[in-house]
Nanobody, 124 residues
Framework: QVQLVESGGGLVQAGGSLRLSCAASGRTFSIATMAWFRQVPGQEREFVAASSWRYGPTYYADSVKGRFTISRDNARITAYLQMNSLKPEDTAVYYC?????????????????WGQGTQVTVSS
């Protein structure tokens, strides 16, 4: 099993920045790809960004492209999401996800492991 723990959420004004972290533990050798999704109450969980350890480019949702950056620390099996130029519509619970597949995917069903989520609130 793999455990994921997110941190770094909070309240920020529009135009500000936040950095989310996701620390993995357990059978981390099986993880090849990590991603971020987000969810607003009453709506479906949506893809934000993904990055694979093995190959392939990082993958971003159009709504965050140019503002958010996903990165990772392979030694610590930690993923980060740097969020700049935040907008009120970015307000959501952000979830870290991990998968054993070797490419960055935007499909929720491709991810086997999930964190508990961290709240990001952007005020106008």
């Amino acid at each position: 099993q793999v455990q994921l723990v997110e941190s770094g959420g909070g309240l920020v004004q529009a135009g500000g920045s936040l950095r989310l972290s996701c620390a993995a533990s357990g059978r981390t050798f099986s993880i090849a790809t990590m991603a971020w999704f987000r969810q607003v109450p009453g709506q479906e969980r949506e893809f934000v960004a993904a990055s694979s350890w093995r190959y392939g480019p990082t993958y971003y949702a159009d709504s965050v492209k140019g503002r958010f950056t996903i990165s990772r620390d392979n030694a610590r099996i930690t993923a980060y999401l740097q969020m700049n130029s935040l907008k009120p519509e970015d307000t959501a619970v952000y979830y870290c996800a991990a998968a054993e597949l070797g490419y960055a995917s935007n499909r929720l069903t491709d991810y086997k492991y999930w964190g508990q989520g961290t709240q990001v609130t952007v005020s106008s």
